[in-house]
């Protein structure tokens, strides 16, 4: 592993550490080994526009986002709901890249996300350009994913 | 009662930054959500309110053409606006500032770090009851 590559994943880490601590005050802890896609597992995804193009996708077990929900909304909520849960789910994903692209770019490089979307598909998705994270929250792994050449070719040059 | 304005398309958020806020001392405040900038000014302008925070993204009208609206709105151009973004960077930041905002404040965002924007705007409003 290259010198920017692991950059990018302490970039990455820390985004996601500090956003899942922030909103669930849980900790999460980076893993270097594969797993396979939870059975129930939900998954959303997030653009990036400009300066260069590339997709986000975070991938996390229903019981994993459930319980994260139930911390996130406990204290107002009863019950919640699938919406409730796709939600979270879309707004840890927005925090995390914005996070993350702001440390990667120069300061006076603004930069334009899309709006975070539920991915059609299973959560085994595989491209050829892919750059993948794997984290652990107690005893369930969750993982993040980019695609997108002009994004990736960012880890040469940050 | 101060009246402030939560603008974030996501529900998720609007609670979070809603919570945070009670935490530093907004618990009596009365809160009006809107899921973009269309719908807030919308809100805005039937109910004046005393604060806003918004969000940058955001479908229909984004964050930064609802700070463009409120500066150049001569009856809601005092109406301090905060903007909670998840996109910002220095860049963004200054141009935000330029254009009228008191601050911009990265997500996440937690009640240690709205508390030192708003801090100096409690200040003004526990000075004028």
Redesign the interface.
């Known amino acids: 592993m290259t010198e920017t590559q692991k950059k990018w994943d302490d970039i990455m880490y820390s985004a996601i550490s ?2 899942i601590e ?2 669930a005050f849980m900790e999460v802890i980076p893993t270097d080994d594969s797993h396979e896609p939870e059975k129930d597992c939900l998954c959303v995804s997030l653009l990036v526009h400009d300066p260069v193009q590339g997709e986000f996708e975070l991938f996390m077990g229903r019981d994993l986002i459930t319980m994260l929900a139930d911390t ?2 406990g ?2 909520m009863a019950e919640v709901s699938d ?2 849960i796709f ?2 789910l ?2 840890i994903l ?6 993350f ?2 440390d990667i ?1 120069p ?9 975070p979307e539920i991915c059609v598909g299973d959560c085994s998705r595989n491209t050829s350009s892919l750059k993948k994270w794997e984290y652990i929250i107690e005893d369930f792994t969750f993982g993040l994913t980019v695609t997108g050449e002009s994004l990736l070719k960012l880890r040469n040059t940050t | 009662m101060i009246r402030i304005a939560i603008v974030d ?5 609007r ?2 930054i809603r ?1 945070c806020l009670e935490i530093v001392g907004f618990s009596k405040a009365n809160f009006i959500e809107a899921d973009n900038g269309k719908d807030a000014l919308e809100k805005i302008k039937k109910t004046p309110v005393d604060l806003i925070l918004t969000d940058l ?3 229909v009208m984004d964050g930064e053409t609802l700070l463009k609206w409120i500066k150049s709105n001569p009856k809601l151009c005092e109406i301090p606006v905060l903007v909670i ?8 930041e200054s ?1 935000l500032i330029k254009i009228g905002a008191i601050g911009v404040l ?5 009640p240690a770090k709205l508390n030192t924007f708003l801090a100096p705007f409690m200040k003004d409003k526990e000075e004028e009851q």
């Open positions: 500090e956003t922030s909103m996130v909304y204290p107002v919406q409730n939600d979270l879309a707004e927005n925090t995390v890249v914005g996070r692209m702001s770019l300061e006076d490089t603004s930069f334009k996300l899309g709006v | 398309d996501s529900e998720t958020a609670m979070f919570r993204t955001m479908p973004t998840s996109a910002g960077n220095p860049a963004k141009e990265p997500k996440p965002i937690s």
